[in-house]
């Protein structure tokens, strides 16, 4: 019993020690507000020597499709873990945030979403 209980537990220290860290994070706030829509994000990035940019911006969810994005470059090791960035004067509608960290050379190492919603005024105006 002791043995199985050994192996169990060197078992799940492998798989935390294996297991992939989040390359990035986005966080929109405020998810829900009314038009016109002012949302900041907060993206965090974790550190990596290939780091080379990142892209942060939003799809529009309903039928007529916008697209906007920033990508900014990267320093590796160096750069900030932590970017902030404001889209101003969003119409109506569901959206999707993302963020994408990209690594030498030009390849995909994580991507980060969370929907976020513009509401129509109150009072209708």
Same mark, same amino acid.
């Given at each position: ?24 994070? =986005?966080?929109?706030?405020? %998810? ?7 949302? &900041?994000?907060?993206? &965090? ?5 290939? *780091? ?6 939003? =799809? ?11 990508? !900014? !470059?990267? *320093? ?17 509608? *569901? ?11 030009? &390849?995909?190492?994580?991507? %980060? &979403? ?10 209708? !105006?």
């Amino acid at each position: 019993m002791k043995k199985l209980l050994i192996l169990l537990f060197c078992l799940s220290a492998l798989q935390v020690k294996g297991m992939a860290e989040d390359v990035v994070s =986005v966080r929109v706030d405020p %998810a829900f507000q009314y038009a016109p829509g002012n949302v &900041r994000y907060v993206t &965090r990035i974790t550190p990596h020597k290939d *780091n080379i940019y990142y892209c942060v911006g939003w =799809v529009s969810e309903d039928a007529h499709v916008y697209e906007r994005a920033s990508c !900014q !470059q990267l *320093n590796g090791i160096y750069s900030p873990r932590t970017f902030y960035i404001e889209f101003k004067s969003l119409g109506l509608g *569901n959206y999707e945030a993302f963020a994408e960290v990209y690594r030498a050379p030009n &390849r995909l190492a994580g991507r %980060a &979403r969370q929907a976020f919603r513009i509401l129509p005024p109150l009072g209708g !105006q």
